[in-house]
T-cell receptor
Framework: SQTIHQWPATLVQPVGSPLSLECTVEGTSNPNLYWYRQAAGRGLQLLFYSVGIGQISSEVPQNLSASRPQDRQFILSSKKLLLSDSGFYLC????????????????????FGAGSRLTVL | AQSVTQLGSHVSVSEGALVLLRCNYSSSVPPYLFWYVQYPNQGLQLLLKYTSAATLVKGINGFEAEFKKSETSFHLTKPSAHMSDAAEYFCAVSARNTGNQFYFGTGTSLTVIP
C-alpha cells in the first residue's frame, strides 16, 4: 500500500533562517507531488506541484522553492524565512490513471501527509 | 481555470440533526469534485469523490454529496450529525482532462452541539 511521510512535524524558526521540509512517498511510482500551505482561516493554497523529477510548477510567487531530486521525494525550501511563512504545510501525492486508448478513468485522488507546523518568530 | 466556493466558514448543528455543507464550483468543463475532512493538526482525508459516474456519491462516515450540473453545486450532507463529525471540511476540484492540479475551497468548520 502507498504511504506518505512528511517531516519534521513541527518546526520553530527565527526570521531570516533557512527552511527545509521533506516529503517522501512509498508504494507507488511516478506520482504527482504537491506542496500546500494552510494559513489560519485561509484554506489550502497550492504552492508547488511536480509531475516528474526536476519538473516543478509554481502556483504562487513567494519566498519558497521546491525541488524533486528523486521520483518519490519532494522538498520545500527557503533561504530566508519571513514571518508570513508561518503555517501548516501539507505534502500530497496523486497518480493519474488514464484509460487505454486515451480518456480519463477518474481514478486520480489527492492523498495527504500528516503536515508540518512551521512557526516563524 | 477551476475554483470552488464554500458558503459558510462556520456551521453549527445539534447532535442528530442534518448536516449540510455547501460547495459551488466554477469550471469550463465538468470537473472532478472531492470532499475532504481535516481533524485538528492532521492532514486531510478523502470523504468522497465525484468522477462522472452516479451523481449521488456516498462516502465514508455516512456522508454523501450530490453533483448538480445545473446549479454547479456539490453539497455535502449527512442525515444525522455525530459529535465525532466536528472537523474542518474542504471541497476541492480538479480538471477532467489532466487531473494534475487540485484547487480547494476555504473550508467550513463544523461544530456539533450536544
Amino acid at each position: 500500500s502507498q504511504t506518505i511521510h512528511q517531516w519534521p512535524a513541527t518546526l520553530v524558526q527565527p526570521v531570516g533562517s533557512p527552511l527545509s521540509l521533506e516529503c517522501t512517498v512509498e508504494g507507488t511510482s511516478n506520482p504527482n507531488l504537491y506542496w500546500y500551505r494552510q494559513a489560519a482561516g485561509r484554506g489550502l493554497q497550492l504552492l508547488f506541484y511536480s509531475v516528474g523529477i526536476g519538473q516543478i510548477s509554481s502556483e504562487v510567487p513567494q519566498n519558497l522553492s521546491a525541488s524533486r531530486p528523486q521520483d518519490r521525494q519532494f522538498i520545500l525550501s527557503s533561504k530566508k524565512l519571513l514571518l508570513s511563512d508561518s503555517g501548516f504545510y501539507l505534502c500530497a501525492w496523486s497518480v493519474f490513471v488514464g484509460l487505454r486508448g486515451g480518456g480519463v478513468s477518474g481514478a486520480n485522488v489527492l492523498t495527504f501527509g500528516a503536515g508540518s507546523r512551521l512557526t516563524v518568530l | 481555470a477551476q475554483s470552488v466556493t464554500q458558503l459558510g466558514s462556520h456551521v453549527s448543528v445539534s447532535e442528530g440533526a442534518l448536516v449540510l455543507l455547501r460547495c459551488n464550483y466554477s469550471s469550463s468543463v465538468p470537473p472532478y469534485l472531492f470532499w475532504y475532512v481535516q481533524y485538528p493538526n492532521q492532514g486531510l482525508q478523502l470523504l468522497l469523490k465525484y468522477t462522472s459516474a452516479a451523481t449521488l456519491v456516498k462516502g465514508i462516515n455516512g456522508f454523501e454529496a450530490e453533483f448538480k450540473k445545473s446549479e454547479t453545486s456539490f453539497h455535502l450532507t449527512k442525515p444525522s450529525a455525530h459529535m465525532s463529525d466536528a472537523a474542518e471540511y474542504f471541497c476541492a476540484v480538479s480538471a477532467r482532462n489532466t487531473g494534475n492540479q487540485f484547487y480547494f475551497g476555504t473550508g467550513t468548520s463544523l461544530t456539533v452541539i450536544p
